[in-house]
C-alpha cells in the first residue's frame, strides 16, 4: 500500500508536490484552531437550544401576544447565530477579524436588501405593528377599501376575515403607511339614522315619541351614552329627524340594534297616528291643460 501511494506522490510534478505539502502542513498547523472553533459551535448550539426552551415561557409570563413572542425569539436566535458565526470564524482563521466579517456581511445585506426590498419592508412594519399593537387579533379594522375581522399578524402580513367570509391577506407595509380604522377599539359605537314625519305633525311631540321608542330598545345603550335626537332638514316631503345612539361595536351590533330601532320606532309612530310620508310630489304645467269631450264610453275611461 505504501509503494502504491509512493507511486502516486512520484507521480504528480515537482511544484505540484511542493504545493500539496504545503497544503498538508498548513492543515496540521490549523487543526487546533479548527478544533476550538468547532467547540466553540457545539458550546453556542448548546447554549441557544436552551434560549429557545427558557425566553419564550419568560416573555410569555410578561404578557405579551404570541406573535410577538415569535418575533422576539426569530431577532434573538438570528442574532446569537450570526454571533456565534462570527466568532467561530475568528478563531478558526484568526486573520479575518471581526471587523471584515461584519464588512463582509454589510456589503452582501446591501445587495440582498435592494433585492428584496419589499420584503423586508413587509418584515419590518410587522415588527413595529406587533410592537406598538396598533390593532389586534379579533378587532375589525378598515384600511384601504378592506374591512373585517383580524385572525392573523404575522412577520410579514395580516389575514383580514371580511363581513361576507372572504379571507384578505394583505402585507403589513399597507397597515403601517396608510390610515387604519379600528372599528372596536372601544366596547360602543355611535350610529345614526334618519327618521321622517310629515309637514303636518307637531315636531316636538313626534320627536319625544321616536326618544322613547328608542330607549325602549335593549341593544340601545342609553345608560352608557344618552340618546340623541334632532330635527335635522326640511326634506321634499318630510321633515327629517337624525336619530343617534349607542350600540356595540362590531358590525353585527350595529345592524342588529338598527334593525330593531327602525322596527320600534315605526311602530311608535304608527301607534301614536303619527304619519310617516310617502314621497309628494306636484306637478305643473306652463298652459291650461285642454279638456276634450267624447263619448259616454270614453267619460267613463276617463273617469276610472
Not at 511544484?15 to 484552531?33: D, I, S
Not at 413572542?69 to 442574532?79: H, N, R
Not at 436588501?113 to 419589499?118: E, P, Q, R, V
Not at 310617502?278 to 270614453?298: E, I, V
Request: hydrophobic letters at 50%.
Amino acid at each position: 500500500m505504501a509503494e502504491v501511494l509512493s507511486a502516486i506522490w512520484e507521480f504528480f510534478p515537482e511544484p505540484m508536490r511542493v504545493q500539496l505539502e504545503g497544503y498538508a502542513t498548513g492543515f496540521w498547523k490549523l487543526l487546533p484552531q479548527l478544533v476550538a472553533a468547532f467547540v466553540f459551535l457545539a458550546l453556542a448550539m448548546i447554549a441557544i437550544a436552551v434560549i429557545k426552551r427558557v425566553l419564550p415561557s419568560v416573555l410569555r409570563r410578561a404578557r405579551l401576544r404570541r406573535a410577538l413572542v415569535a418575533v422576539i425569539m426569530m431577532l434573538v436566535i438570528v442574532g446569537l447565530w450570526l454571533f456565534a458565526f462570527l466568532v467561530t470564524v475568528t478563531i478558526a482563521f484568526p486573520t479575518i477579524t471581526p471587523g471584515r466579517a461584519l464588512t463582509a456581511l454589510g456589503v452582501g445585506g446591501v445587495a440582498i436588501g435592494f433585492a428584496f426590498k419589499d420584503v423586508f419592508e413587509n418584515f419590518l412594519a410587522g415588527i413595529l405593528l406587533l410592537i406598538r399593537e396598533p390593532f389586534s387579533v379579533e378587532d375589525y379594522i378598515e384600511c384601504e377599501g378592506i374591512e373585517g375581522q383580524v385572525e392573523v399578524i404575522t412577520i410579514r402580513d395580516t389575514h383580514i376575515r371580511q363581513t361576507d367570509g372572504q379571507l384578505v391577506v394583505a402585507p403589513n407595509a399597507m397597515f403601517f403607511k396608510n390610515p387604519v380604522t379600528v372599528r372596536t377599539s372601544g366596547e360602543l359605537r355611535r350610529t345614526t339614522i334618519i327618521c321622517g314625519v310629515a309637514y303636518g305633525e307637531n315636531v316636538d311631540e313626534a320627536r319625544d315619541i321616536i326618544e322613547e321608542a328608542v330607549r325602549s330598545v335593549d341593544s340601545v345603550r342609553n345608560d352608557v351614552r344618552d340618546v340623541q335626537i334632532f330635527a335635522q332638514e326640511f326634506a321634499d316631503s318630510s321633515i327629517n329627524f337624525e336619530v343617534t345612539w349607542w350600540t356595540g361595536s362590531r358590525p353585527v351590533d350595529i345592524r342588529r340594534s338598527r334593525d330593531k330601532v327602525v322596527a320600534a320606532v315605526k311602530a311608535a309612530l304608527d301607534n301614536s297616528g303619527v304619519e310617516i310620508p310617502f314621497p309628494y310630489r306636484t306637478l305643473t304645467f306652463k298652459d291650461p291643460l285642454a279638456l276634450r269631450g267624447g263619448s259616454d264610453s270614453d267619460d267613463r275611461q276617463e273617469e276610472r
